[in-house]
């Protein structure tokens, strides 16, 4: 196998000698696969300074040239769908059926982004809504922000640097990105791809590294807007040090679905089985918590099992695994003593819960108390719970009774029940008649309290990384 090679990109140059190189090693083979160079942090301000440098270049590039390199783009990554998926999962160890699907998403979101390159309309405000205003008109305009520092996590590498390089492109803004360590090769090789669709070179920087690399870049202060994909501690940190910015947060959750007594059960359990574990469960919206009516949890645990034990787990990169492994053997760890400390505190493990290196299989636990972790934090790996209820109000009490609000989903053929318990969730999107684990790369994605701040979807990221600039016209007093 060739070894590849994932490097800084900085002043249109890529970065290759002279610095630390670290090693990158497939988590499901343990096998090296390539080689990450490391940003020094004179690398960090010469990338701070040629994407300040460059924010009024790239602002005077006329919208529909901006929407034909994104949408090029595009059509380029529609020819790499195979290269693309395949470094995905060696990089991560999450099954090329998901990745592919991640590259398929990925070639919309940056369709999306072009299209909404050219939509970046303000409105026509009467002054004489005022007495004082008889005399005047305002315009307002959408313009770019500057400056635009997008951290990316690792669990959907390629889809969620679209889902920031895109909209802040669009939107006329230089962007200095910073992709997770565990997944650099495939953000250097989107980055060759959006140089070769024309993206002029100042556009966007690129360092890689670890937390003191980002902790440099959302310090200083010729950034404008911080977006962040990522964990609550990282994000606490990051409003510490970001001072008087603008700062969007898309952060974890440890998602619900609600499967009520009158629910579809074989359907409401093939989508929990899909869903709950597709990235080993890698996913801030995968299925975590399902509250289970009563009078249901024997018919759907038999059923949910059923699904569960169908799901194939092995090799990444072959077509037909669904579950791989978790981005490192440490993370594996974290879930298994997950996994102990619910037992302990008197969970069944209704299948699963076993580890084979990074890989831990799909875990099914019944009615696991409320303080153990796995109820409680984000899982963030392949556990699903299964909790009953007596009554729905019980059902959206305990859903609302977390420190998180992302996503939710409801099983119902109730259509008031359904409206009473989406109106009554605390969380940024309900899914009714399906799991919490869905989102359209087109939709405003985001979720409330621990959650975070603003929404994603180009669209959505736009009206964040553009400002509002007002015009004013006063028309002189006829005599």
């Not at 006329?62 to 999962?89: D, V």
Request: glycine residues 8%.
């Amino acid at each position: 196998m060739s070894i590849k090679k994932a490097q800084p990109y900085i002043n249109g140059e890529w970065i290759s000698s002279e610095r630390e190189i670290a090693l990158i090693k497939s988590p499901y083979s343990g096998e090296v696969i390539g080689e990450q160079v490391l940003a020094t942090p004179d690398d960090v301000e010469r990338a701070l300074a040629a994407a300040y440098a460059a924010k009024k270049q790239i602002a005077n590039i006329p919208s529909h040239e901006r929407a034909r390199i994104l949408k090029r783009a595009a059509s380029l990554l529609e020819q790499e769908k195979e290269r693309f998926a395949r470094i995905i999962s060696l990089e991560l160890g999450k099954p090329l059926k998901n990745t592919l699907d991640e590259v398929s998403r990925s070639i919309e979101t940056l369709e999306l982004s072009g299209e909404e390159a050219k939509r970046l309309m303000g409105e026509t405000l009467p002054g004489d809504a005022s007495e004082r205003g008889t005399k005047a008109i305002a315009a307002t305009f959408r313009v770019p922000v500057g400056v635009v520092a997008a951290v990316t996590p690792f669990n959907a590498p390629l889809n969620l640097v679209c889902h920031k390089v895109g909209p802040a492109f669009a939107a006329g803004n230089s962007v200095i990105l910073k992709p997770a360590p565990q997944t650099a090769l495939i953000a250097t090789e989107l980055l060759k791809l959006l140089l070769e669709a024309g993206l002029p070179e100042s556009a966007v920087n690129m360092v890689l590294g670890g937390v003191e690399v980002g902790q440099q870049i959302i310090k200083d202060d010729r950034i404008n807007v911080i977006s962040f994909t990522g964990g609550v501690v990282a994000a606490r940190n990051i409003c510490e040090l970001a001072n008087m910015k603008k700062v969007l947060l898309e952060l974890g959750g440890n998602a619900s679905t609600i499967v009520h007594e009158d629910a579809d059960l074989k359907r409401a359990a093939t989508m929990c089985a899909r869903t709950g574990f597709s990235n080993s469960g890698q996913s801030c919206i995968s299925v975590q918590r399902i509250y289970v009516h009563h009078s249901v949890v024997p018919a759907f645990t038999d059923l949910l099992r059923e699904e569960v034990l169908k799901l194939k787990i092995g090799d990444p990169l072959l077509p037909d695994t669904d579950v791989g492994c978790l981005v490192d053997t440490n993370a594996a760890k974290r879930v298994m003593d997950w996994i102990d400390e619910s037992v302990q505190l008197g969970a069944t493990v209704v299948c699963g819960g076993k580890q084979h290196g990074a890989t831990v299989e799909p875990t099914l636990l019944l009615n696991p108390p409320k303080q153990s972790k796995v109820v409680c934090q984000e899982v963030f790996g392949p556990i699903v719970s299964i909790i009953p209820y007596e009554t729905i109000e019980e059902a959206i009490t305990e859903t609302n009774d977390s420190s998180f609000g992302l996503q939710a989903g409801l099983f119902t053929n109730q259509m008031d029940l359904a409206y009473k318990v989406a109106h009554s969730l605390e969380v940024g999107g309900v899914v009714i008649n399906g799991t919490s684990n869905f989102r359209l790369d087109h939709w405003p994605y985001g979720g409330v309290k621990n959650s975070g701040i603003g929404r994603e979807g180009p669209r959505y990221a736009i009206e964040d990384m553009t400002e509002t600039k007002m015009i004013v016209l006063q028309l002189p007093v006829s005599e």
